[in-house]
């Protein structure tokens, strides 16, 4: 893994592991975690156009008026895409919006891309 990886990683308290099984999973105590895993674990075209998004959005190319940008929530990580970053709407059990985080899309961009090439190596 490269540094600016294990970096993201760690900032995020983030791990990709092995099971003894061969089972790769994604741990970790931020709900970033279970996030990553679940568009990990998605259709590799999915990835890659949510990547090729990201780019967009690094690249200020993104139109967040004419686009939906509610498009890569999955399960139960409600999220949007905004110029800032990906905001992640935090809901108690009630559907009720809590709070929000934003996380840079370089760092989603690090962590997709270093999940979907850990998921590849023997």
Not at 1 to 24: A, D, H, R, V
Not at 102 to 116: A, N, Q, R
Request: proline share 3%.
């Amino acid at each position: 893994m490269n540094q600016e990886l294990l970096q993201t990683m760690n900032k995020y308290c983030i791990s990709f592991i092995k099971k003894p099984s061969g089972i790769k999973e994604v741990h970790g105590t931020h709900y970033l975690s279970g996030f990553i895993s679940k568009w990990g674990n998605s259709h590799p075209d999915d990835v890659i156009d949510f990547i090729a998004d990201i780019d967009k959005c690094i690249n200020r190319q993104f139109d967040f008026e004419n686009l939906d940008t509610t498009m890569y929530s999955i399960d139960n990580y409600d999220t949007e895409l905004v110029p800032a970053g990906l905001i992640f709407f935090n809901k108690n059990s009630t559907g009720y919006v809590t709070s929000t985080d934003i996380f840079p899309y370089e760092d989603i961009k690090i962590l997709l891309v270093g999940w979907s090439n850990f998921k590849l190596l023997a």
